[in-house]
């Protein structure tokens, strides 16, 4: 069954902590995502790579790290030094892009992140 | 650069008539265009998206939606819709051949009997 799974789909962190998302795809992708959304904000990019070992800081990195050690798996941690981390969190995957070709990304289920 | 404008926060339809969402787009490079559904707490799914082919693009789930370049549009259409349809949509934005996608802030849909 191909796809990608998020866990946990809740998370609930205490100010002042370090939390770590887990993303894994079995869709044998190359590149992976991670984005944050907010009611009425649409979905803005954190972090993505697009290949072992390299990622990319997307338009919103500050107070967030990642790392892609392995290519089915790119854990997101959310650090204290995130303002305002509540929010929904989507991890996606897509093939390499090719010369003119439009590469579609396939979304995990999303962890809902909330910070007490 | 790219940009999307969706042009509507919220349509509300009745079940049985037809859905208009709206989306202009702003691209440097010839784009591909993509929209997805998202339903509530879950991820985002793709209903369909214009490479360089046919204008007109049909998708899952009865949608469609035309590429006007004069116009720089690619507005979503569904003839009839159904209570399952209740849910976000997003337009999307991205130069061919590159990776990273531009959303727009989304349309929530809503359904009435």
């Known amino acids: 069954d191909g796809g990608i799974t998020q866990s946990p789909k809740y998370l609930f962190r205490k100010e002042g902590q370090n939390v770590t998302l887990s993303c894994e795809q079995n869709l044998n992708h190359d590149a992976m995502y991670w984005y944050r959304q907010d009611p009425g904000q649409g979905l803005r990019l954190i972090y993505y790579s697009q290949i072992v070992n390299d990622f990319q800081k997307g338009d919103i990195a500050e107070g967030y790290s990642v790392s892609r050690e392995k290519k089915e798996s790119f854990p997101l941690t959310v650090t204290s030094a995130q303002k305002n981390p509540t929010a929904f969190y989507l991890c996606a995957s897509s093939t390499s892009p090719t010369s003119g070709g439009a590469t579609e990304q396939f979304f995990g289920p999303g962890t809902r992140l909330t910070v007490l | 650069a790219q940009s999307v404008t969706q042009l509507d926060s919220h349509v509300s339809v009745s079940e049985g008539t037809p859905v208009l969402l709206r989306c202009n787009y702003s691209s440097s490079y010839s784009p591909s265009l993509f929209w997805y559904v998202q339903h509530p707490n879950k991820g985002l799914q793709l209903l369909l998206k214009y490479t360089s082919a046919a204008t007109l693009v049909k998708g899952i789930n009865g949608f469609e939606a035309e590429f006007k370049k004069s116009e720089t549009s690619f507005h979503l259409t569904k003839p009839s819709a159904h209570m399952s349809d209740a849910a976000e949509y997003f337009c999307?934005?991205?130069?061919?051949?590159?990776?990273?996608?531009?959303f727009g802030k989304g349309t929530m849909l809503l359904v009435s009997p």
């Open positions: 999307v934005v991205t130069p061919r051949g590159y990776s990273t996608l531009t």
